[in-house]
Nanobody
């Protein structure tokens, strides 16, 4: 079965950096586009970044130029490098993929940006 396991979250000061990881299993990872979403307290879940099978990426305007998504098909893992973090980046970050018209999500990892 599809499994997505995020890690790498934590507490960081404004202007700092974090790298999130999402380890995938149960499907052909190299043939799957992957996304990162986030959900802040009291807000709806929002899309953050997408990586296609060819490695091309797309980003939400709010993170463009600060976040970089990448993938390692040898490790079945995607990453989200987050730089110049702001308090408004505080959220639970989720990894997502779609298989056979169904969405699959990880359990999420908390990112808190605060001084």
């Amino acid at each position: 079965q599809v499994q997505l396991v995020e890690s790498g979250g934590g507490l960081v000061q404004p202007g700092g950096s974090l790298r999130l990881s999402c380890a995938a299993s149960g499907f052909t990872f190299s043939r799957s586009a992957m996304s990162w979403y986030r959900q802040a307290p009291g807000k709806q879940r929002e899309w953050v970044a997408l990586i296609f099978t060819d490695g091309k990426t797309r980003y939400a305007d709010s993170v463009k130029g600060r976040f970089t998504m990448s993938r390692d098909n040898t490790k079945n893992t995607v990453y989200l490098q987050m730089n110049s973090l702001k308090p408004e980046d505080t959220a639970i970050y989720y990894c997502q993929t779609q298989r056979d018209a169904s969405d699959y999500w990880g359990q999420g990892t908390q990112v808190t940006v605060s001084s």
